[in-house]
């Protein structure tokens, strides 16, 4: 890793990207935030330093489990199951209230 040293970001470079942003920044916090972002930047440039070119490139860090399960049939709840939980019933159907006007 290379020793590049962080880059120097003053409060005024903090204020133009504020008001890109449209953020009121005042003058103690933008000054803070200048030494945050030059630490940050001079992170990300550490980074880049990296050899990585024997690592293969991915998408994510953690391979995801696949998010559908096998598409098989199965039982179902039974109706009298279903309407178990049902505020309102009626000659087994839910009843909920009217949405439209009549």
């Avoid at 880059?7 to 942003?21: K, T, W, Y």
């Avoid at 945050?36 to 001079?42: E, M, P, T």
């Avoid at 179902?76 to 439209?100: C, I, M, N, Q, T």
């Amino acid at each position: 890793m290379s020793d590049t040293p962080a880059p120097s970001i003053d409060a005024r470079e903090v204020r133009r990207i504020a008001d890109l942003a449209q953020l009121d920044v005042s003058d103690d916090d933008a000054r803070a935030l200048g030494a945050d972002l030059a630490r940050i930047v001079g992170y990300v440039r550490r980074l880049e330093s990296l050899d990585l070119s024997l690592t293969p490139p991915t998408s994510h860090a953690v391979t995801p489990a696949p998010a559908v399960r096998e598409d098989e049939p199965r039982e179902g709840l039974s109706a009298d199951a279903a309407l178990e939980g049902a505020p309102r019933v009626e000659a087994g159907h839910f009843v909920v209230p009217r949405v439209l006007p009549t």
